[in-house]
């Protein structure tokens, strides 16, 4: 199978974190596909024709997406029944903070198109300042989840680390460890991972 | 357990049409919520911090979110298996399905945010087309996947159904259904499914 990945998407990190939770490397390949929410990419819109990232491509055909799907899809592969539990509070926990990280993800990339895409002239501070505050409404309650976060990763923490690292990528300047020590605590040890230290986002090499 | 609720809203839509299809309907209450993407409502941030409808708020006082998270718990509490097919790939397909659907429901409405909510000088044609790209996008794959679509219910069906509804309820000029016959056909028998029928959007009551 084969994923269409980019290095600074922290989509596609949520699924190279599982990929290497679950030890699935030697089955991925890895394509980077150049996914814009602005021009429309032929070779990924054949597959996806939301033109996002990522997409796992299987052998038979096949297109799956979004990311949860693609990490439930991998985790069921490889008989794994740890990242997503089976139906029960476990599950519907870690899929909540699944939605939760993806949710923070959706507002800070929404306000990356505002704020680095979008003709200087036609940006609305209105729109940003209503992102931020889903950003910070999301990093509270991460704040509270924090010591009681399960020690073993799941398809929740994973994407919660994937969420804050994504902030430390593109907005440093937010601190957002800043009155959140659980959070801060909590994420400086998941981070140390393999599966997330491997997976940090970086802009592609030219 | 008690779901936020918006009559405009497709996401909440696809959970009210799986509360019917599971038989659910008086084991849920139903609260308004004047959920907007701008103003965030506290008493919605103190259940959902990314300020978002649908929220389920469970008896012990547990909120889950978002759709897909919510629409699979009530298939697991109603003890379904239809809905959200067991991992194999018919579970895929539904859940590839499910995420279409989204997808194209995430485009149509960051487009309405961009043309109704943003301040008239400040809109931007290239965000609207890019968005409009998706939806067509969107919409042709529903088209090619319409004749193998499973006659049962699923969370994928009820997906494309809910965003092919909102199309007509917010971009009735669209005219989707031109040159998309199949698509027509199968909609036009899915959208008349009690579940369907009895959830159709429409503004709210003054």
């Known amino acids: 199978m084969k994923l269409l990945h980019a290095p600074t998407s922290p989509f596609v990190r ?3 974190a599982v990929i290497r939770e679950l030890g699935l490397a030697d089955r991925v390949a890895i394509e980077f596909n150049p996914a814009s929410p602005l021009q429309r990419d032929p070779a990924l819109v054949e597959h996806n024709p939301l033109g996002k990232i990522p997409a796992l491509i299987l052998d038979d055909g096949i297109t799956l997406f979004d990311s949860p799907v693609i990490c439930e899809y991998l985790a069921a592969t490889a008989g794994d029944a740890a990242l997503f539990p089976p ?3 476990a599950r519907w926990a870690a899929l909540t903070q699944q939605a939760l990280g993806d949710g923070l993800l959706d507002a800070a990339i929404a306000n990356r198109y505002e704020t680095v895409m979008r003709p200087q002239e036609l940006r609305w501070a209105g729109w940003t300042e209503a992102q931020l505050a889903k950003v910070r409404g999301a990093l ?3 704040e509270a989840l924090a010591p009681s976060l399960p020690a073993t990763p799941t398809i929740g923490t994973i994407t919660l680390g994937c969420a804050l690292g994504y902030l430390d990528f593109r907005y440093a300047d ?3 460890r800043e009155g959140r020590p659980a959070a ?3 994420f400086d040890a998941f ?7 491997e997976t940090r986002p970086r802009e592609r090499a030219a």
Chains 1, 2 share one sequence.
Do not use: E, Q
């Not at 981070?191 to 230290?197: E, K, L, T, V």
């Open 14 to 16: 949520k699924v190279m």
């Open 87 to 89: 139906a029960g509070p």
């Open 140 to 142: 509270d309650r991460i």
């Open 174 to 176: 937010l601190n957002w």
């Open 184 to 186: 801060a605590a909590w």
């Open 191 to 197: 981070d140390a991972r393999p599966s997330m230290a």
